[in-house]
């Protein structure tokens, strides 16, 4: 009787994808299981510095066929366009045309874009810095915007904080502002916000606070009391959004689009289905979803494929560690603040601010590059468990 391969199929080489990837090559016999990562684009992107790349600086491009050369896993370039769980298949679309992929487990990793909310002109007017692609039109406009120009970032989470400094640093020709719905940094400590405040600042970030963003228009944007806020060039960093593909296909998934999971990060309504990243709508260790992040992406990655790899043999799926632990953001590129979280996802008093919580960043995002340079860093010498004949589903695992 001839053994059919378990075929593995991971939607998404980002931070979440290409890490799970590598863990389950790492982890399961090639002799047993078929692993094929999806993407898109044929580099890596290292979203977590799309702002750096808009302000201008360069980052180091990494070709995802290089990343999984000699792991086994094999990468198609391809857009997914569309999911049948009922048949488990993957409709994708790439360079040689529409084509399908079939799975036995689906890692469904596509990550984020930017949300637009709806609100009018956004789409044709806006930039943002969610995708490697439009943060090199966004660094395309600015180049040509001149001496003076005029910015306005609309959001002020991480992502508008983190953009709003860098291009202010960067490019110090231009005016640059920050829309703000509530008050800046309001969910820091005293202390940090203290800090961040001075930070906007000395860098000459105009801030613009209890300001809705209602319209976006070519130069000028409108707020929700009609005041006009000039706007050469506005950038939308207003949260993310998730791909309509796991709805569409009629996956179980929350209000924000994200597919539920259970705690092991399986679809809690097609189980052949995981889900990790920003796409999954993971509860954490404190009861509340884990916000969309590198961090999390991590966290959901590492434990859905503990599951898959547990699943597979047979095995106990073990619980890992989905703790929410604080919130990293650069100010430019010589300050930074790291702002620990509690268990009720409030700010601890404690603080790290300055060079020190830069080079710290500095670290981290270094860190998580090499992770994914190398995705089946420590690959052991594979220990074979035999699988029962009578599964088709049992794999060897190695250890
Ligand atoms: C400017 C910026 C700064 C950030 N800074 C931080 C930070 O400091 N700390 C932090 O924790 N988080 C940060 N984030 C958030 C973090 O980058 C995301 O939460 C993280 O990338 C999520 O990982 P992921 O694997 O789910 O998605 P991604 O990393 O976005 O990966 C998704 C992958 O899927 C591919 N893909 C998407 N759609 C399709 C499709 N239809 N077909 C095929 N492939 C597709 C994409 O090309 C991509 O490779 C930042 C985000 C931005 C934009």
């Known amino acids: 009787m001839t053994l059919m391969k378990h075929r593995i199929v991971v939607l998404g080489a980002g931070y979440a994808g290409a890490f799970a990837a590598g863990n389950l090559a790492r982890r399961l016999s090639p002799a047993d299981t078929e692993i094929t990562v999806v993407n898109a684009a044929p580099d890596f992107v290292e979203r977590m510095r799309l702002h750096q790349v808009a302000a201008g600086q360069d980052i180091a491009r990494r070709k995802l066929a290089d990343v999984f050369a000699g792991t086994g896993v094999r990468l198609r370039l391809a857009r997914?366009?569309?999911l049948d769980p009922e048949r488990r298949t993957v409709a994708v679309t790439g360079e040689d045309g529409p084509g399908e992929l079939s799975y036995d487990t689906l890692l469904y990793a596509l990550?984020?874009?930017a949300a637009h909310h709806g609100v009018p002109g956004v789409a044709e007017y806006a930039f943002d810095v969610t995708g490697l692609g439009s943060a090199l039109r966004l660094r395309e406009r600015l180049d040509d915007l001149g001496e003076g120009g005029s910015v306005l970032v609309v959001g002020e989470g991480l992502t508008g904080i983190e953009t709003a400094t860098e291009l202010a640093e960067s490019r110090p020709g231009l005016s640059v502002a920050l829309a703000a719905r509530g008050e800046l940094g309001a969910w820091l400590s005293p202390r940090a916000r203290r800090h961040l405040r001075e930070a906007f600042d000395r860098l000459g970030v105009t801030v613009h606070e209890h300001t809705a963003v209602a319209a976006v228009e070519p130069a000028r944007v409108i707020t929700a009391d009609g005041t006009v806020l000039p706007a050469?060039?506005?950038?939308?960093?207003?949260?993310?959004?998730?791909?309509?593909?796991?709805?569409?296909?009629?996956?179980?998934?929350?209000?924000?689009?994200?597919?539920?999971?259970?705690?092991?990060?399986?679809s809690v309504s097609h189980p052949d289905v995981y889900a990790a990243g920003d796409c999954a709508y993971a509860i954490g260790e404190n009861g509340r979803p884990l916000p969309m992040s590198c961090a999390s992406a991590g966290l959901t990655n590492m434990q859905a494929t503990a599951a898959i790899i547990a699943r597979l043999t047979g095995d106990e799926v073990p619980v890992t560690g989905l703790k929410y632990f604080g919130n990293h953001i650069s100010l430019g590129r010589r300050d930074a603040i790291f702002q620990m979280v509690g268990e009720d996802v409030r700010s601890k008093p404690w603080y790290l601010g300055g060079r020190t919580a830069a080079r710290l960043k500095s670290g981290i995002l270094k860190g998580a590059e090499w992770g994914i340079a190398h995705p089946t860093f420590g690959l052991p010498t594979r220990r074979r468990r035999p699988a029962p004949a009578s599964d088709r589903a049992a794999v060897r695992v190695a250890a």
């Not at 939308?236 to 296909?249: M, T, Y």
Request: glycine share 14%.
């Open 80 to 82: 997914v366009t569309g």
């Open 111 to 113: 990550g984020s874009s």
């Open 232 to 266: 050469g060039v506005t950038v939308w960093s207003a949260g993310f959004a998730v791909h309509p593909i796991a709805a569409a296909a009629g996956l179980e998934v929350a209000a924000t689009g994200q597919i539920v999971v259970d705690r092991s990060m399986r």
